[in-house]
């Protein structure tokens, strides 16, 4: 079992960052392929990044290409999302989730690939 917490969500103005964070509490984190999503209220969650084990291969859906970085610290049982040049389209929760590392690179953009799920960090961007 792994528990998943994010962090790091508020409300920002367009055009500002912020960084989530999302802490992992079973020690073979680094194994584990990571991801993070998002929903915004009556839409459907969508995938946003994602990052292998190693930190080698990520995964970007294209509205946030350039915008985000994923990375992780398995030292540290985390993996972080940067958030630059927010949108309003950015509006939502953002949760992490963790899948299994073998898998290739195009299933992790679905849902169904992930076992765990933190409970969310909500991201505010005003116009």
């Known amino acids: 079992q792994v528990h998943l917490v994010e962090s790091g969500g508020g409300l920002v103005q367009a055009g500002g960052s912020l960084r989530l964070s999302c802490a992992a509490s079973?020690?073979?984190?680094?194994?584990?392929?990571m991801g993070w999503f998002r929903q915004a209220p009556g839409k459907e969650r969508e995938f946003v990044a994602a990052?292998?084990?190693?930190?080698?291969?990520?995964y970007y859906t294209d509205s946030v290409k350039g915008r985000f970085t994923v990375s992780r610290d398995n030292a540290k049982n985390t993996v972080y999302l940067q958030m630059n040049s927010l949108k309003p389209e950015d509006t939502a929760a953002y949760y992490c989730?963790?899948?299994?590392?073998?898998?290739?690179?195009?299933?992790?953009?679905?849902?169904?690939?992930?076992?765990?799920w933190g409970q969310g960090t909500q991201v505010t961007v005003s116009s």
């Open positions: 989730a963790a899948a299994p590392p073998y898998y290739s690179g195009s299933r992790y953009y679905t849902g169904t690939a992930y076992n765990y």
């Open positions: 079973e020690g073979t984190f680094s194994t584990y392929t």
């Open positions: 990052i292998r084990w190693s930190g080698g291969d990520t």
